[in-house]
């Protein structure tokens, strides 16, 4: 038992400093034009190095960061749902450019989308519209999230499936943390 005692600080920094990594991950990732490759391959390369000095070999110390990229992503999903539900104003919004992109065999459209008050609003949509034709987005008055359509009701999945994430990763650092070196 005291060799448990004496390993749980350890633990716990362990689990906070990876929190807190996801966390800046998070932040970095609102709205659709976050840089997601580079910060999603820190957080997985941090999330496999907070096991150093356990006796966590590579399945463990891959599963702790593809949990961490896990909790990044969808608390990044749960955060811009969150705000829109809670302060997202409607707008129509028009496009403003079609490409079309051949991905394999079949040409998939990609949309540029303008506000009618001028917001240029990142991110491709994939549907097929004509340019110059209207329709409904959910923006963030104060930051980059939008979504097409109406004002999302109250997320649920999202924030209950960070959470889940957030507890097995805890679970998981904590049972590789304190578990003895052999």
């Known amino acids: 038992m005291a060799e448990v005692i004496r390993r749980l600080p350890g633990a716990v920094l362990r689990n906070c400093l990876l929190l807190a990594a996801e966390f800046g991950a998070i932040w970095l ?15 997985f390369v941090l999330g496999a190095a907070v096991p150093h000095g356990t006796a966590a070999e590579f399945v463990a110390r891959t599963c702790v960061a593809l949990l961490a990229v896990g909790i990044a992503v969808a608390g990044g999903i749960a955060w811009d749902r969150h705000t829109l539900h809670d302060r997202g104003r409607e707008e129509q919004a028009v496009v403003a450019e079609r490409t079309v992109g051949r991905d394999g065999s079949t040409p ?23 340019v110059g ?27 209950v499936g960070t959470g889940a994430l957030i507890l097995l990763q805890t679970a998981l650092v904590g049972r590789i943390s304190l578990r003895p070196r052999t």
């Open 133 to 159: 034709a209207r329709l409904t987005v959910t923006v963030d008055p104060d930051g980059p999230a939008w979504a097409v359509g109406g004002r999302p009701d109250r997320p649920l999945l999202p924030p």
């Open 108 to 130: 998939s459209p990609s949309l540029r989308l303008r506000t009618e008050a001028g917001r240029n609003l990142p991110g491709p949509v994939a549907a097929d519209l004509p």
């Open 29 to 43: 990732l609102r709205g659709p034009e976050g840089a997601w490759i580079p910060v999603l391959l820190a957080v």
